[in-house]
């Protein structure tokens, strides 16, 4: 569904992405693992077509992505930035269902539907300035789950939120993407995270970026944050994807020096 | 706004009209050129009561109303459309900042030659003077709203003209309603700048100069009066529309509790 091909991007001089290739399967959530700073964001929003990336091949169905393609979602890094702190939490998840033409009413249920999926069924009233960091992450992430869209793009989307809601969310996101289909590029710190939701996960090197490694995640399409945890597979897949991350080869644990700032 | 703070004011008020007073009882100024404050805002209190003057501050009032209205409708839009196309700005930039310092009640003159209707001639000079604080502050308003947000709703699929509906004027809102206030402060001064110069038949600036040639300075002083409170009130008024409507801005922004 989605083919990104030698992207390459630059900041002025300063280049980010080094000719990333990757490919992302019809209904396929495949998590991006990279150190901070090496262009995981930038990733993001040539996929979305809000910035125009130096050079390369994006391609949705087929098509080249120039502009934002339609039927996408983003929960983006930012979050609070990206609430309009004007609106009520149901105001600011319902606002982009306009474009699925759905009236008032509609918008309004599957607004507090989707809050009430992220555990907010009691805050759709409040404005984001009167929330803290992790309801507000929860609310955007609510928005782009109540959008429906095709693909979705979650830059480190649980964050901001305490052990114990983040396992919930990520129960949520990967039922959502089951249900409707939804096909899921998901950035994360986590690799414990990457590989309990990833159907793959795509680890990047520090920049100019490249694809470090692509490992298929065959822990099946049912997971559970206990069962799941525990399979000698998840904690094996668990260990290669951290020796990548860290700069590491398959198999073998090269120079320890930590490339993954924060985790 | 609180409590303590208003009774401040009130008391400093209190002070300047009671040394206004002892000024003017103990003869140091001839009553005849400054009449005493007691006369003065007994004046005041009369000219409710007078049919001349509520006509007056009537058409004042009305050339201010209107006056502020076309001025938003005008400068707004222009605002919008300056704020939105960078080139066009820049363009226009340095005749703003041209005209924008002459003291606007020197166009008055020129109005006078240019405009033969009494009720034009005010209304072209308040909005001449009143556009700029709306003017500037919308493209700065605009020019602030964060981009993120603007890029969320672009990733949902909305157009330019959505994203402008829906994020940046909303966004931009709070400025320009500063701009609106200031504005119509300087739409006070300029109706009544307008009448003083211009004369014409109605008008608080009209009822000043007959009250002057006819040298009833307390009906002058008091008229003035009147006119500086009306500018307070819709101040205080606007002010607390703002603190209402732009609840999120204020607080985000530290300005209120
Ligand atoms: N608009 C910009 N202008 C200039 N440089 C930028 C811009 N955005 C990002 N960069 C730079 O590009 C590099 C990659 O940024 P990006 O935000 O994509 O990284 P990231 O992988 O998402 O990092 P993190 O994990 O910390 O979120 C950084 O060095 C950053 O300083
Ligand atoms: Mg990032």
Redesign the pocket.
Known sequence: MLKITDLVHS??P?R?LGGVSLSVAEGELVSVV?P????????LRSVAGLIRPSGGRITLGGQPVERTPDDLAIVF?DYSRSLFPWMSAANNVALPLRRKGLDRKQRREAAMAALDQVGLADAGNKYPWEMSGGMQQRVSIARALAYRPSLLLM??PFGSVDAQTREDLEDLVLNVCAHHGMTILL?T?DIDESVYVGDRVVVLTK?PTVVAADLVIDLGRIRDQIATRQLDAFVRLRAEVGRLVRGGGTGHTTESTSVLEKK | MNYARVLRGAAGVAGFLAVAELVGLSGLVDDRFLPRMSVVLGAAAGLVADPDFLADAGATLTVWALGLLLTVALAVPAGLLLGTLPRAEAAVRPLIEFLRPIPSVAVIPLAILLFSDNLHLKLAVIVYAASWPVLINTIYGLKDVDPLAKETLRSFGFGPIPVLARVALPSAAPFIATGIRVASGIAVILAISAELMAGGSEGVGVYITEAASGSRIDLMLAATLWAGLFGLVADVVMVAVERRLFRWHHVRTGGAR
Do not use: R
Request: proline residues 0%.
């Open positions: 900041y002025g300063h980010v990279g901070s700073g090496c262009g995981k964001s930038t990733l890094q830059d480190e950035i710190h920049s």
